[in-house]
Every structure is written in C-alpha cells, then in structure tokens.
C-alpha cells in the first residue's frame, strides 16, 4: 500500500511529503521511501499563519480562510507527488490548548475534502483530537513510529524530532513528550530582527556568546520541570514570550541567539541523560545546523547522536514517512496511539477519513501492529517553489 504522508511542523514554512511503500511480513512492517519534498508555503499563506498564532488575536473568518487555503495547498502538493492508494494529512497546528498542564483540545487546519478532489483518493486527517478526546497530549504521534522503528537499535535508544518544538521518545520504557523549543524562539528573534525566516547553517549563534543569566532564566521556565506526558507548542514559545523574558537584556542578535540555542540543546541534553539513552536518532531541520548540533553534543557527551537517514528516514521528511505510517495503521484499523507516550486512557484508532472519487475501500483489519519497521530506498528529495 503507497500513502503519501504530509506534515507541516510548527515551523509552519512549509509542506514535508513523503511517499512510502509499505508491506508487511508477519511482525516485520517494510518501508520503502518512494518520494519525499518540500513545497514551501507562498509568502502571503505563510504571513496569514503567523499572524492568526498565539499571542495574536484571529476571527472564525479567519480560520475559514486558512482551513480552505491550508487544504488547498496541501492539495497541490500532493498532487505535485507520485500517485497515492491513500493520504495521511497532519495539516497545520493554530492553536494547542493546554489549562495546567492538562490538553483541552487542539486544531490542526487544512480542509482534507481539497486534498481528497483533488486526487481522488480517500484522505485521513485531524489525527490528534482522538487521542486528546481519550485524555492524551494529542502528541507527539510519532513515538507509534519511533517504537518499532528503533526495536532493533541496541542498548538504550530514542528518538529525537528538532523542528519548531523538540520532542523526545524513549523506547524502555515507553515514553514521549515535547521537552521544549528548538527553533521556536531562534526563529522569532530572528525574524522580528532580519526578517529573515531562520538562523541559516546556525551562522548567528556561532558569531555569538551565551549570556549565562539570561540562560539561567529561560531556563527557570516551569514548562521544563513538569513531568511527562507533556506538550507544549507556540501557545507558549512565542515571540512575546522572548520579548517579556529576553527583551530586558538588550543582547545583539548573535549573542541571543547563541543563547537560545544553547537553551535548546541544554532542554534536550537534560532529558537524555534523565533516561541514560545511550543513542538517540536525530530528526528535522535542527539536524542542519551545526551551531545547534555542536552544542547539543556537548551537553550530552558520550551519547551517539545518529541522523535519522542512517535508518532509511530521511530527516528533513521524519514526520511525514511517520504520518504515512500513522495512515497505513488507520487504514488497517490499528491504533496509533501509544498509551504510555501520550498519556491516552487507552490504544485508539486515529483521525477521520474522507472518501474519494469512488466506493471508499480499505484493506481488511488487521488484529495486531507490527512489532519492527525496516525503512529502505530514497526518493528523489526536492525543494519546489511556492
């Protein structure tokens, strides 16, 4: 079965697709990656997303708006993709409500009936409010991925995502959760001081220094002593948040980014050693910034940080051969749910489906996951323009 995985992060600057064969042999689930891209979001879509996010105020015009132009461009880029039996759709996040530490609810944009008349394929989506509904974080999802992806990786091993927000799965026992930002708050500062969308080849933060008080009180954040379950997005690690926290020092933008980024890699780092992880598989832009790795394998000296690639994943599309997975598990009427990352009551079946062009026909249920996941091959990667 081929399904095409789409994702948008909350780095919200685009679209990762993945395409990916998957057949199973008893316990073993094999993946072949067929095709992966990215298709930028177009300038003006991009701007209308960052100015409905917290702390910013929006309309239920507005959210009819996105929803429609969101599904519409994910539409042409999976249209943009090789064929597809079938289609996981994450969408994009607006808003994750979190009240004490507790999910309420969540919402990811991105109408799928675009997606589904466009390519005339059924559509899964809106994947993350079933677990909330069932007393889950709704995230991260991609630790029913991780599990069985490392099932064969010696030792203590987890998982690693470094994209807007950096989340962690471990695998014994069980357990994942968002141990903070990765390139949230870099972004922002970058952005309000350039205009610029990010830190390129963590070229800012390698000009700069860690202003150590400023650190020490990023890092008072109650956010990073709870315990898991936890998720957290850019609710809370906004550019207001960095404005109240970092604004009083008035650092020049290398010395605050290299403190940022010294923020995450510290977040992340402490939580590895938490769970004695002897190697950990890295994901997502954050992968591409040498100032951000460097950092990291400082803090966490001793553990093997291995890129998602030497998996067969490749770790700017992380997250969409993972969603393309969480859609093969629905079609097969398999949960995707790992009660003990999310903190769900219970295994669930994920997301809604919406039907093509034709009768809606899916595979015969399956009783079981599988326990392994072997990841082959490589698509063309490709960057199109918006």
């Known amino acids: 079965m081929r399904v095409l995985g789409l ?216 956010y990073y002593h709870r315990p898991p379950p936890k998720t957290t997005g850019k609710e809370l690690f906004h550019a207001g948040y960095l404005d109240r926290i970092a604004g009083p020092y008035a650092l020049g933008l290398p010395d605050l980014v290299a403190t940022l980024t010294a923020l995450t890699a510290q977040t992340v780092a402490v939580e590895i050693r938490r769970h004695g992880l002897g190697t950990v598989v890295v994901s997502g832009g954050g992968v591409r910034n040498p100032a951000l790795m460097s950092a990291l394998r400082e803090r966490a000296e001793g553990v093997r940080l291995l890129p998602s690639d030497d998996l067969g994943v490749p770790s700017d599309a992380k997250e969409a051969v993972a969603f393309s997975y969480l859609g093969w598990l629905t079609a097969h009427g398999l949960p995707g749910t790992v009660p003990a990352c999310t903190g769900a009551a219970g295994p669930r079946v994920l997301g809604t489906i919406t039907p093509g062009r034709g009768p809606l026909r899916l595979p015969e249920p399956l009783n079981l996951p599988p326990r392994s996941i072997s990841m082959e091959g490589r698509g063309a990667a490709h960057r199109a323009s918006p």
């Open 7 to 222: 994702m948008s992060g909350t780095s919200h600057d685009g679209i990762d697709c993945a395409l990916v064969r998957w057949s199973r042999d008893g316990d073993l689930l094999t993946g072949v990656v067929e095709h992966t891209g990215t298709v930028p979001y177009p300038p003006e879509l991009r701007a209308a997303i960052v100015a409905a996010l917290p702390p910013n105020r929006t309309d239920m015009g507005e959210v009819c708006r996105l929803d429609t132009l969101v599904g519409r461009a994910f539409a042409e880029a999976a249209a943009a993709c090789p064929a597809a039996d079938l289609v996981c759709s994450h969408g994009q996040t607006l808003y994750h409500w979190v009240e004490d530490g507790r999910v309420r609810g969540t919402l990811q944009l991105g109408q799928p009936a675009w997606i589904a008349e466009r390519l005339g394929v059924p559509v899964v989506s809106d994947l993350r409010v079933r677990d909330v509904a069932a007393g889950g974080q709704g995230a991260p999802l991609v630790s029913a991925f991780d599990l069985p992806l490392l099932s064969a990786l010696p030792g203590r091993a987890g998982a690693l995502n470094l994209g807007g927000i950096a989340n962690l799965t471990v695998c014994e026992p069980p357990l994942a959760y968002d141990t903070g930002p990765a390139s949230a708050l870099t972004d922002a500062a970058v952005r309000a001081a350039t205009g610029m969308p990010y830190d390129q080849d963590g070229r800012l933060a390698a000009a700069g220094k860690v202003h150590e008080g400023l650190l020490a009180e990023l890092l008072a954040e109650p």
